[in-house]
T-cell receptor, first 113, second 111 residues
């Protein structure tokens, strides 16, 4: 079992719709969860972090965390063509001072105009 | 504010050679992590340095090594290159808590 799993896609969503990206993780003690966006040919950039159960909203982005189900999701409202990218879910190990992030292989999202 | 600088951007090496990649983190960031990215495996953790000390190491052979200098700049070295080492090598600097800023990466091609 992979430590962090994502559906590789591609996920195609019409412009203006909600894109829903999902991620599961295996380390039940994980404390910190992140979504990074990577455009083709570019390096990943951080778009959301979430640390406690529930929802966290930032503009058109909402991260959702359910530690009991070991599940993280990212919702993108009013999807725009500029949102077309690969979205990487990342999980930080639980022990103090450990900066290692474990990444999923990413979900490729395409927004259709 | 300057970002994370990785040099060189592109490298072509021959099997058996060695290579050194450099990363200059954002000023004030003391944590530097290195990742290998390939289409099949995604982002794989190599190692993390904090204040010149390696705090974490991933599951890579001993041919992969790194170090960090007192100014937080970091280098990684790969010896006895293999074809399978061809990848994008990404450096990320952080103040902590997993909030990474990645550099543009070094694209290594081994022929």
């Amino acid at each position: 079992q992979k430590e962090v799993e994502q559906n590789s896609g591609p996920l195609s969503v019409p412009e203006g719709a909600i894109a829903s990206l999902n991620c599961t993780y295996s380390d039940r003690g994980s404390q910190s969860f992140f979504w990074y966006r990577q455009y083709s040919g570019k390096s990943p950039e951080l778009i959301m972090s979430i640390y406690s159960n529930g929802d966290k909203e930032d503009g058109r982005f909402t991260a959702q965390l359910n530690k009991a189900s070991q599940y993280v999701s990212l919702l993108i409202r009013d999807s725009q063509p500029s949102d077309s990218a690969t979205y990487l879910c990342a999980v930080r190990a639980s022990n103090f001072g450990n900066e290692k992030l474990t990444f999923g292989t990413g979900t490729r999202l395409t927004i259709i105009p | 504010k300057a970002g994370v600088t990785q040099t060189p951007r592109y490298l072509i090496k021959t099997r058996g050679q060695q290579v050194t990649l450099s990363c200059s983190p954002i000023s004030g960031h003391r944590s530097v992590s290195w990742y290998q990215q390939t289409p099949g495996q995604g982002l794989q953790f190599l190692f993390e340095y904090f204040s010149e000390t390696q705090r974490n190491k991933g599951n890579f052979p001993g041919r992969f090594s790194g170090r960090q200098f007192s100014n937080s700049r970091s280098e990684m070295n790969v010896s006895t290159l293999e074809l399978g080492d061809s990848a994008l090598y990404l450096c990320a600097s952080s103040l902590g808590a997993g909030l990474y800023t990645f550099g543009s990466g070094t694209r290594l091609t081994v022929v």
